[in-house]
Every structure is written in C-alpha cells, then in structure tokens.
C-alpha cells in the first residue's frame, strides 16, 4: 500500500509541474547602470505615454495595476525573458528592444523570419534576422495601437 501511494504521489506531482506557468521577467536597463526586473506570471504589458515607457506591474496583492514610468530618454533597452518551466530547457534568449521609432531584436538564430501584425492580423512588418541574429524594424510610419511581434516560436506585443 506505502508504494502506490508513492507511487500515485510522485504522479501527482509529476502532473503539477508538467502545469507549471512560465514566469516573465523583463529588464529596464537604464543609462545610468541600473536595472529593474519585474517578474510577471502572464505577458508583461509595456506603454508608452508621451516620453515614458510605462510598465504595468500587478500591485503585491495582485488586485490592480501599478504604472511605473520611467522617460525613454533615460533607457537603453528593454529585456524580455521568459522563465525556465517545468519543461527544462524552454527558455526565450531573445533580447527586446522597443523606442518609439524602433523595435529591435537580438539573440535570435540567424534567418529566423520576424513579422510585425496589427490586431486586424495584418502584416505591417516582416523581414528575417541577419547573419548575427539581429532583426530591426521602423515603426514610426505605424498609426498608434497595439501590435503583435512574432519571431520564430517567441511573439510578444507592444503599444505604439
């Protein structure tokens, strides 16, 4: 009876962690040195509002959004990272940036295809990552609203 409920609880714990949730962190790297992480359990939410990148971050309670500023003047690029899962081996190295202008992706393996939708899912950017792994794209012709970035098997949005 000790062995199958051994059994039946290594089971069941197998099961929780093949649920586990992936975790994001994303890194404000600034000018000055600094950089702030913020951990998310679902997609990190970016802005921007005038000359500020706003971070919304879920207060410690987990009941509403903080909005964080930080001037875009002041920040050299942002880091998106997703965490390991109970998957081992899952883990997004690609490295985000996005100003007002442009969205610029590094770590990526060379020739992946990256495209760039709206939400009515039309293309209005699309090209391949160079020979480095680097992809960037102007978006300054873009009206403002919320865009998908898909670049391989990681995608990601952003707010224009």
């Known amino acids: 009876m000790k062995k199958i409920m051994t059994v039946l609880a290594a089971l069941a714990i197998g099961v929780a962690a093949q649920a586990a949730e992936y ?17 998310f359990a679902n997609d990190p939410v970016a802005s921007f509002d005038g000359e500020n990148l706003v971070m919304n971050v879920p207060n410690e309670e987990g009941t509403e959004n903080l909005h964080i500023a930080y001037p875009i003047a002041d920040i050299v690029n942002l880091t998106f990272e997703r965490g390991e899962s109970a998957v081992k081996g899952v883990k997004a190295d690609m490295t985000v940036s996005v100003s007002r202008d442009m969205v610029r992706l590094s770590g990526l393996k060379a020739g992946t295809r990256v495209a760039i939708y709206d939400l009515a899912g039309r293309s209005v950017a ?27 098997k990681n995608s990601f949005k952003f707010i224009r």
């Open 126 to 152: 699309e090209g391949n990552a160079d020979a480095s792994g680097s992809f960037a794209a102007a978006i300054s012709q873009l009206q403002k609203g919320v865009y998908v970035v898909n670049a391989g």
């Open 23 to 39: 975790t994001y962190s994303v890194f404000v790297n600034q000018k000055n040195g600094e950089s702030v992480e913020y951990k």
